[in-house]
Nanobody
Framework: QVQLVESGGGLVQTGGSLTLSCAAS????????MGWYRQAPEQKRELVAN???????HYADSVKGRFTISRDNAKNTVTLQMNSLKPEDTGVYYC??????????????WGQGIQVTVSA
């Protein structure tokens, strides 16, 4: 089994900051990617930022210059530092990993989601 533990969500006002963390554990042979998606009510889930192993991070245009994603490969964690938050950033944020175990490889494995609310 594989577990993704997400933390760091909450309520902040416009211009504030939050840091989201995701820790992966369990039957993992290798992690190929780690990242964050978000979903506003009645909207499609969209990529926020992700990092593929050996490559530079990728960011959605809407968060460039405000968010920073980083990985700790030794601990199988990914962190999303969110600054200058806007109400448009409100949504449920999902940790996503691509990994291989001894049962196969998976391109997208999702955390349960954590709420981020930015008030005006």
């Amino acid at each position: 089994q594989v577990q993704l533990v997400e933390s760091g969500g909450g309520l902040v006002q416009t211009g504030g900051s939050l840091t989201l963390s995701c820790a992966a554990s369990g039957n993992i042979f290798s992690i190929n990617s780690m990242g964050w998606y978000r979903q506003a009510p009645e909207q499609k889930r969209e990529l926020v930022a992700n990092v593929f192993t050996g490559l530079a991070p990728h960011y959605a245009d809407s968060v460039k210059g405000r968010f920073t994603i980083s990985r700790d490969n030794a601990k199988n964690t990914v962190t999303l530092q969110m600054n200058s938050l806007k109400p448009e950033d409100t949504g449920v944020y999902y940790c996503d990993i691509g990994f291989c175990s001894d049962h196969g490889c998976y391109d997208d494995y999702w955390g349960q989601g954590i709420q981020v609310t930015v008030s005006a």
